[in-house]
């Protein structure tokens, strides 16, 4: 019988976020603090006739979308190692889409994880990273999959100190919002590095810059950190791009506090209670 293999795909939160240029190659000058939360999306594989799959509360985003990053993550991985990688693909989409919480980047780097295991492919192997690259900016963090300090593009990673299993509250506002108006939209102003110290003390003396241009297009965004503030967090601010964004707590009790708080608030909003990987 052939055994179905499965593979989490974390949620990527950015706990800062400093666009420090805009780039001759369109892209922008970045440093960010990566991290990663216990859950997120699911991807199982079982080697054999070549399907797609999408479930979950989210797949009905992803019901006409073409060609999915897990594909193309499954071809990169076949044409870099000589290696099949046909098989039966169900994405369970747990994670709302163009959120800023790296749902495609993570499935992506979720198969790449997923093909080095069944084909006994090292996951430091640098042809690995050279795929997750080719598919995006955000996969070869979501590949590494640990707290790091993204550069460049944000592809140059630096691993950094274990912060714990931090209890963690997503909040989504039920907004959609597309990465690149909210680069376009970004000021132009290098507000500085992100300072030296410990990583927690790095994030919380840091920012995101692309907060002010994404709540000038979903406003909502700004209802949403308000709301979190307000809670008495350790540090809340918006992930990547939004519109969603998160708060680190003390403990589980004041993070599920926070959460029934604003699911009795807003109780159209998507919540996710977590911990940091």
């Known amino acids: 019988m052939t055994q179905t293999i499965v593979e989490t795909a974390p949620a990527k939160i950015n706990l800062a976020l400093h666009v420090r240029a805009r780039r001759a190659d369109g892209y922008h000058e970045l440093e960010t603090l990566f991290a990663f939360l216990q859950d997120g999306d699911e991807l199982r594989f079982t ?33 870099a190692f000589g290696l099949a990688s046909e098989g ?15 749902g495609g980047s993570a499935d992506a780097a979720a198969a790449l994880r997923l093909l080095a295991r069944v084909r006994g492919v090292a996951l430091d192997d640098p042809r690995l990273f050279a795929v997750a690259d080719a598919l995006g900016s955000d996969v070869p963090a979501c590949l590494l999959g640990r707290a ?37 939209a970004w000021d132009g102003v290098d507000r500085g590095p992100i300072p030296a110290g410990t990583t927690i003390d790095r994030a919380r ?35 990547g791009s939004g519109a969603t964004c998160f ?17 009795t608030a807003q109780p159209g909003w998507w919540c996710l209670e977590s911990r940091l990987a």
Request: hydrophobic share 45%; net charge negative; charged share 20%.
């Open 247 to 263: 708060a680190l707590y003390e403990n589980d009790e004041q993070r599920s506090a926070a959460a029934n708080t604003i699911r």
């Open 148 to 184: 790091a300090l993204g550069t460049g593009r944000g592809e140059k990673l630096e691993p950094l100190g274990d912060l714990g299993a931090i209890p963690v509250l997503l909040v989504n506002p039920g907004i959609a919002v597309s990465t690149g108006p909210v680069f376009k």
């Open 88 to 102: 039966a693909w169900v994405l369970e989409k747990n994670l709302p889409v163009a959120s800023g919480i790296g």
């Open 205 to 239: 003396a840091g920012r995101n810059d692309l907060e002010a241009p994404a709540r000038t297009i979903a406003p909502g965004i700004g209802d949403v950190l308000d709301r979190l503030a307000a809670t008495g967090p350790v540090l809340a601010r918006m992930s």
């Open 47 to 79: 080697p054999g006739a070549p399907t797609f799959e999408i479930e979950g509360p989210f797949a009905a985003a992803l019901s006409g979308e073409g060609d999915n990053l897990v594909l193309r993550a499954a071809r990169g991985f076949a044409e």
